[in-house]
């Protein structure tokens, strides 16, 4: 029988309104920020902030956007200045965690435990690294590193496959794994840079690559026992793996969209509707159902090829005032897109925000 969820957020009578009248009230409370939601594969956009009668996330900065893979309905946000945020009917309304935390900037779920959550947010002033196993009620900080003070953590990424395997770097150029759910901690990797995003390859769990804020990714194919490295002649800006082949990665650089399909041992250009060596995009996603399809994300405009990068289709994002930070696709129904924007930030240290 499936767990039931017990993390500590406010009871908001909102979260059974629903249907058209929903859609029109997000619409009318739609601020410069929050969160927006596509029902047409991101042909049109509408927000989805609604707390109450009389708050609303219109006007907040969103670091990062999570979907349950068990329930697509439940939805975490993580927020620059406000917490946790948690959605139990597809974002038609939100509910805030109680914690203290702040700048919330990554959020991980265990898919077998739906009270086991990890987060990178700041508390005390500190950028660390948080798990709660009673859903949000208690939160221990983990330590990468063995002392009292630990260097700003940059990403954490869980296995799907084995949740108690988890992934994180640190400001230090550190890459970490622990096999016990973050109790303990072994240094796999020491960069030239630090690692800013961890992806894991859809086929096989052993292979994951950590893409840098310079112009290397440090690539393990056997689970961090060793480590090669990708490079570009320019600036990563986001990195994306395909949901289908093994293999198969996109970055998104200074230089355009590259593609490979050898896990990063030689990349070929992918024509896009941006000038190349021109590039100011800042992510890549590959949808989680058709293979064919690709964003690329641009400020408040979106790309789109649905042909594997023949054709695109430009989409601007007329009434979204904020820069896109975030996006989401909903696994099991592509056509729902999430979107979090945000208001243009000084980087905590030397980081971007999630791929």
Not at 105 to 124: C, G, Q, V
Request: net charge neutral; proline share 3%.
């Amino acid at each position: 029988m499936k767990k039931i969820i017990i993390f500590s957020f406010l009871i908001l009578f909102s979260l059974s309104l629903a249907g058209c009248k929903n859609k029109e009230e997000q619409k009318m409370i739609t601020g410069k920020g929050g969160i927006f939601k596509s029902s047409d594969g991101g042909e049109t956009f509408f927000g989805i902030n609604k707390i109450d009668d009389k708050k609303n996330l219109s006007n907040e900065s969103i670091l990062d956007i999570v979907i349950d893979p068990n329930d697509s309905k439940i939805i975490y946000v993580g927020t620059k200045n406000s917490g946790i945020f948690r959605s139990s009917n597809g974002g038609q309304s939100w509910a805030k965690s109680k914690s203290d935390f702040s700048y919330v900037r990554r959020i991980e779920l265990d898919p077998t435990n739906e009270n086991t959550i990890y987060i990178i947010a700041e508390s005390n002033g500190e950028m660390a690294l948080f798990k709660t196993i009673d859903g949000g009620i208690n939160w221990k900080r983990l330590l990468l590193q063995q002392d009292a003070h630990q260097p700003i953590v940059t990403d954490v990424l869980v296995d799907q496959k084995n949740p108690q395997i988890i992934y994180a770097t640190d400001s230090t150029n550190g890459i970490y794994k622990s096999l016990d759910g973050g109790k303990q901690w072994q240094a796999v990797y020491w960069g030239n840079f630090p690692t800013v995003a961890i992806l894991m390859d859809s086929q096989d769990d052993n292979q994951l690559y950590f893409a840098t804020n310079d112009e290397e990714i440090y690539i393990t194919s056997d689970g961090g026992k060793t480590f090669k490295t990708a490079q570009t002649s320019g600036p990563i800006y986001s990195l994306a793996v395909s949901k289908f082949n093994k293999d198969e990665i996109y970055i998104l650089w200074q230089g355009g969209l590259s593609q490979s399909v050898d896990g990063g041992e030689s990349f070929k250009l992918v024509p896009t509707l941006l000038k190349p060596n021109e590039t100011v995009a800042n992510m890549v996603i590959t949808d989680p159902v058709n293979s064919k399809i690709i964003y690329v994300v641009a400020g408040k405009v979106i790309y789109k090829t649905e042909n594997n990068g023949e054709t695109w289709q430009e989409i601007p994002l007329r009434n979204i005032s904020w820069a896109v930070t975030q996006f989401e696709i909903n696994p099991q129904d592509n056509k729902q897109i999430y979107l979090g924007v945000s208001k243009p930030v000084k980087q905590k240290g030397n980081l971007f925000l999630r791929f």
